[in-house]
């Protein structure tokens, strides 16, 4: 297995809706691995294929960080099919390194989506599951969580980021 490299804010790859996975093969599967390594590595929870610059429609999701391998979802072009309720929680992502913000978020979804042996799946998340299953998605068209916040933070958000680049 590989370290992937994760990509941030302004990298073109994240503003871009991705492509529908066609066709589970080896590569995808080698992909999908590598992927739950650099996840659990960074450490973080949740892991979209555009965020290593990979614009396909694959996620792979561990509350556990990689200690309950039971916690383990990879997920192949997942969609979103019903969404109830709200909850408001801090969220930060690898992609937006150092930021924390409140975001609102459904509380229960339903979802479905392939594995990587091309079957099915339908799953029912509540709180974070869902919240990290949404902060996923979101990545897989195109969008990032400061995209949710207000036209005023996310300017103060990508003026400290600037500011944290230049002096690096």
């Keep these: 297995m590989a370290l992937l490299e994760i990509i941030t804010i302004g990298h ?10 066609e066709n589970i093969n080896q590569e995808i ?10 996840m ?14 990979v614009s396909l ?4 999701v561990d509350l ?9 979802i990879i997920m192949i072009n997942p969609e979103i099919i019903e969404a109830e309720g709200e909850q408001v929680g801090e969220e930060g992502c690898l992609s937006v390194p150092g930021i924390y913000e409140k975001v609102v978020r459904p509380s229960r979804i ?25 902060h996923e998605i ?7 969580f400061v995209d949710r916040l207000s036209p ?14 230049d002096r690096n």
């Design 152 to 165: 005023l933070k996310r300017r103060l958000i990508r003026s400290r980021l600037k500011k944290e680049l």
């Design 12 to 21: 073109p790859t994240l503003a871009r809706r991705a492509l529908p996975v």
């Design 40 to 53: 659990h590595r960074a450490p973080g929870i949740g892991l979209a294929a555009p965020q290593v610059n």
């Design 29 to 38: 599967v080698e992909l999908a691995r590598n992927m739950v390594e650099t």
């Design 110 to 134: 339903l979802l479905r989506g392939n594995d990587l042996d091309g079957r099915e799946i339908k799953l029912e998340a509540r709180d974070l599951l869902a919240r990290v299953f949404c």
């Design 138 to 144: 979101d990545h897989l068209d195109g969008k990032l």
């Design 64 to 72: 556990s960080v990689g200690e309950n391998q039971n916690d383990l």
């Design 57 to 60: 429609r694959l996620i792979t």
